[in-house]
């Protein structure tokens, strides 16, 4: 592995800015360290990356905004809802877009999975990702290299 | 005309469909490249478009390109990949291997239509 074909918490957030603006017609910014950012049950989509750098990217938030991302994804009013299956696709299908920019910004990444979808009862460790609003909310992102 | 949507996504194969339903196309969907493999051989129409993903379960966009290339009976159709994949050397794999166009994600529903414009397979009646 190289320093260099490691992503780092810049390049994955302009991903997202990207994701955000052009699929989701939304903006994405830092999350302030000192504000609350919990929630009790969630969604966590991950996708893996394969090359100089093996690891995963996952993207963990709330229920409440995995349907909010998923509706905006298909373009849905707001009393309009989705089945939990298609959330589960659209969260997953956004993190791979998200998952295929950086790995295009990444030298020698060879191969980027297929997305899985779960649902979690806890969120990461503050230290252990870095976090984006999705409106007035948050979205963990944590970029997680396989275990040496 | 029609259109075949080859993506393991619903939600992507939703947004595509409705792109190309606005403008005039029937549309039908795949969950892969097998699955479309056999969408193909149902059908008793003829399709002009395919726009297929890369990365899929079961069999990708790569090897569904290559399979429908063989195939005589198919080489009427327009194959647009519509994928995540964006580095160069993907892009000339694709087109080696049979493809019209590549339109990388995320991607705007007038990007989708400008390329169709340029395959000449944007319906007129759309007047555009």
Do not use: I, W
């Given at each position: 592995m190289t320093i260099s074909s490691a992503p780092d918490e810049a390049l994955v957030l302009a991903a997202i800015e990207q994701v955000w603006g052009s699929m989701l017609f939304a903006s994405a910014a830092p999350w302030p360290a000192d504000r609350p950012a919990e929630f009790e049950t969630g969604l966590q989509a991950q996708i893996e990356l394969r090359g100089d750098w093996n690891g995963r990217l996952v993207l963990t938030c709330d229920s409440v905004v995995a349907g909010q991302i998923a509706g905006a994804m298909l373009g849905l009013g707001p009393e309009e809802q989705l089945d939990q299956p298609d959330v589960h696709d659209a969260v997953g299908e956004v993190l791979n877009v998200v998952g295929g920019s950086v790995k295009g910004a990444l030298?020698?990444?060879?191969a980027l999975g297929l997305p899985g979808v779960r649902e979690v009862t806890a969120v990461p460790a503050r230290d252990e990702s870095f976090v984006v609003s999705w409106g007035d909310a948050p979205v963990y992102v944590q970029i997680v290299p396989d275990a040496a | 005309m029609r259109a075949l949507i080859v993506d393991d996504s619903r939600a992507m194969r939703r947004i595509v469909g409705r792109i190309l339903e606005d403008v005039g196309y029937d549309v039908v969907e795949a969950a892969d490249g097998q699955q479309a493999i056999e969408r193909l051989e149902e059908m008793d129409e003829p399709l002009q478009l395919a726009c297929v993903d890369w990365?899929?379960?079961?069999?990708?966009g790569l090897t569904f390109i290559t399979e429908v290339r063989k195939r005589p009976e198919w080489r009427a159709i327009t194959l647009m990949m519509v994928t995540t994949e964006s580095e160069q050397d993907r892009i000339v794999r694709a087109l080696a291997a049979g493809a019209h166009e590549y339109l990388i994600k995320p991607f705007t529903g007038e990007a989708m239509l400008e390329k169709l414009d340029l395959l000449g397979l944007l319906p007129t009646s759309t007047g555009s």
């Open positions: 030298p020698g990444t060879s | 990365n899929m379960p079961v069999m990708d």
